[in-house]
């Protein structure tokens, strides 16, 4: 990480502290639920048009509600910071939001209560992510070291994103701890660790970091998101393409969180090894993603997209058939070196198409992907669950996981030339 822009490392701290917060919630809102504390009188077994809702189904839509919120305010939020050139205000306001959702939770019994604080952090999401995201690609100083300054980011996100979740399930399995002010249960500690992270982020990047001097606020003014190829060397718009296959991709991931309960009981093991299986895919990245970022820089983006969807469709299949936990672990792990391979140079290329002032806008459909699909898996694999068997959601997830493939394969063009290419290309100047 030597060289890094240190606005890029400290936004990646940023994000590490608050990622660790939104970690700890995916665990311990299902258990909270679950435990008794929170009614669910009346929705449990209701018919919603012939469709018996289930606890899982409700936990879900708690799960699901963050990302649909996050996802689909996302590009209003990205085009406005293009708008009047600022990011830092966004991504301060939108820490806010979601530290008051998570010191709301102890104080809330009520299921239709948690959902409200759960929205709430879900809008504090979509100002945060993609003006961060922007932030990142708007310090880097060429394509050249965009894949690199997206992995180290992404790395320092990932380590909150991933180990959260096992900080979490050790927090509510040794609570309650005894304090100066009387007893505070695990819950409420998780819930506090959650507050603390956006406090910690919400400090960084107030002193650590400021906008760029060049964005260039007027550019926004005229700033649109393309379906179709407008170059016509292929059908649909590469960025598209991508903020679909990301979409597929994210839905795969969050698959996992909902089925705690069946996944627990299939392979036998306790709420911290299934939370080291939930972290296994980011622990990948983590490791993974500097290292791929750079090689994107060095050899095209577009390699390592192909091979993280290859590996990304077997990864998934596997979940929906194993009943060991540890061979559960290895497919986790596998999904994450897939994960790695796709996300920070899917970010580098669309950063590398993205115009002058614009990236907000045109990262924003990546970020925004992402959340959609870290909402539409839990709700899926809910869903998906209560009316077929467990393989069911991880059967959905291999054939989102091989239409990416294709989709990518066919659609998307490298934006970055390969180090020989660059080179053949100044010896045909020089000849020329």
């Not at 940023?14 to 929170?38: E, H, K, T, W």
């Not at 390592?304 to 596997?318: C, E, I, M």
Request: with cysteine.
């Amino acid at each position: 990480m030597l060289g890094t822009d240190r606005r890029v490392v400290a936004l990646g701290l940023a994000r590490m502290a608050d990622a660790l917060g939104n970690s700890f919630l995916i665990i311990v809102l299902p258990l909270y639920i679950a435990s008794g504390q929170v009614s669910l009188t009346g929705l449990v077994g209701a018919n919603l048009f012939g469709f018996v809702v289930g606890k899982e189904f409700l936990i879900g839509v708690v799960l699901s509600l963050f990302g649909f919120l996050n996802s689909f305010g996302q590009p209003f939020t990205g085009r406005l910071s293009d708008r009047v050139g600022r990011r830092k205000v966004f991504v301060l306001f939108g820490l806010c939001l979601f530290g008051i959702g998570s010191a709301a939770y102890p104080f809330l019994t009520g299921y239709w209560w948690i959902v409200v604080a759960r929205a709430l952090q879900g809008i504090g999401a979509a100002f945060t992510v993609p003006a961060t995201v922007a932030l990142v690609n708007d310090f880097a100083r060429s394509n050249s070291e965009r894949g690199s300054n997206f992995g180290v980011f992404n790395t320092f996100r990932l380590v909150g994103f991933g180990f959260g979740p096992i900080v979490a399930g050790a927090v509510i399995r040794f609570g309650p701890y005894a304090t100066p002010a009387g007893r505070l249960s695990g819950f409420d500690a998780a819930f506090g660790i959650a507050v603390l992270g956006a406090v910690v982020s919400f400090a960084l990047v107030t002193v650590l970091v400021s906008d760029p001097p060049s964005l260039d606020a007027e550019s926004g003014e005229t700033l649109s998101v393309a379906v179709l190829d407008r170059r016509g060397s292929t059908l649909l718009d590469s960025v598209f393409v991508l903020g679909v296959g990301t979409f597929f991709m994210a839905t795969t991931i969050a698959l996992f969180a909902t089925l705690e309960g069946p996944i627990r009981a299939r392979l036998d093991e306790g709420t911290f090894l299934f939370s080291v299986q939930f972290a296994a895919v980011v622990i990948a990245n983590v490791v993974l993603q500097v290292p791929v970022g750079r090689a994107s820089d060095t050899y095209g983006r577009r390699p390592f997209l192909l091979a993280g969807f290859v590996v990304l469709v077997p990864a998934v299949f596997a979940q929906g058939a194993l009943t060991d936990p540890y061979l559960m672990l290895g497919a986790r792990l596998l999904q994450g070196v897939a994960v790695a391979f796709v996300f920070a140079p899917a970010l580098a290329l669309a950063g590398d198409l993205a115009g002058e002032g614009q990236s907000g806008t045109t990262l924003s459909v990546l970020t925004m992907a992402f959340g959609l699909g870290v909402a539409v898996g839990p709700l899926a694999s809910g869903f998906l669950y209560n009316v077929g068997q467990f393989s069911t959601p991880f059967t959905f997830g291999t054939i989102l996981s091989l239409a990416a493939l294709v989709l990518v394969y066919t659609q998307v063009e490298e934006s970055l030339r390969s180090e020989g290419d660059a080179e053949a290309g100044v010896e045909a100047d020089a000849t020329g």
